[in-house]
């Protein structure tokens, strides 16, 4: 039985579209087939292919015959270089990880062709299309005279007030949020007081207690210091006095005397 990949015609009159399949060389076009493999629509530029790269590759090394078109088919996308491939590397000129990344680096490259080619066509197009029916020119509307020129210069009039007086309306706004927020605010600073009272009560205390060797240290320190001073005092004051005490002490002396003696007397 001779197999062949061919094309099974589908789609309307006038709008062919094809699919591509293995079938029985003596089979009818559009009949029995063995397998389908992909499909090719002829209409898109570039025509639109979808094809098992695979099984396509795996009917044509066991013999099975293209036609023409599908044999093109085949080049376009490939399958035909991919068998070239498996030819050198069983000559031996290059390994089969080799092959792979000589097909896969082709495969990259004709897409990114076909992609460019689809771009340049759609550019092509729509610059057809506005060369054909051209831009449509707008037409401008005449614009009425407004004849209540007043009420315009009135409204006018009122909107720039409004603008003027946005700021005095904005600062208004937030000094009233200000006093409407002043008892809140009081009450939570009231509030945080009397909570931070014992905390701050305490930490006095410890202050006061960790405080009280270093302030005992420094006073007996101070009046160490201070003694000599002190006594150096004392002695001077003590000098500078003595002759004034002395010169009492003479003067209460005889008036002790004299009572002493009226005592006598009257006796």
Known sequence: MAVKLRLQRRGRKAAPFYHIVVADSRS?????????????????????????????????SVGAQP????????RFKGVLYAKHLQKGVAKGAFDQDKADEMLAKWIDEKENRIEKQREDTKDAK???????????????????????????????????????????????????????????????????????????????????????????????????????????????????TAPVVEAAAEEEAPSTEETTTEEKTEK
């Open 126 to 240: 729509k610059k057809f299309v506005a060369k054909v029916d051209g831009i449509a020119k707008v037409k401008v509307k005449p614009v009425p005279v407004v004849e209540e020129a007043p009420v315009v210069e009135e409204a006018a009039a009122e909107v720039e007030a409004v603008v003027e007086a946005a700021p005095v309306v904005e600062a208004a706004a937030e000094v009233e949020a200000v006093v409407e927020a002043a008892p809140v605010v009081e009450a939570a600073a009231e509030e945080a007081a009397v909570e931070a009272a014992p905390v701050v009560e305490a930490a006095a205390e410890e202050a006061a207690v960790e405080a009280a060797p270093v302030v005992e240290a420094a006073a007996e320190e101070v009046a160490v210091e201070a003694a000599p001073v002190v006594e150096a005092v004392a002695e001077e004051v003590a000098v500078e």
């Open 28 to 60: 009818p076009r559009d009949g029995k087939f063995i397998e389908k493999i992909g499909t090719y629509n002829p209409l898109t530029v570039p025509a639109a292919i979808e094809l098992n790269r695979e099984r396509a590759s795996h009917w044509i």
């Open 67 to 74: 036609t023409d078109t599908v044999n093109a088919i085949l």
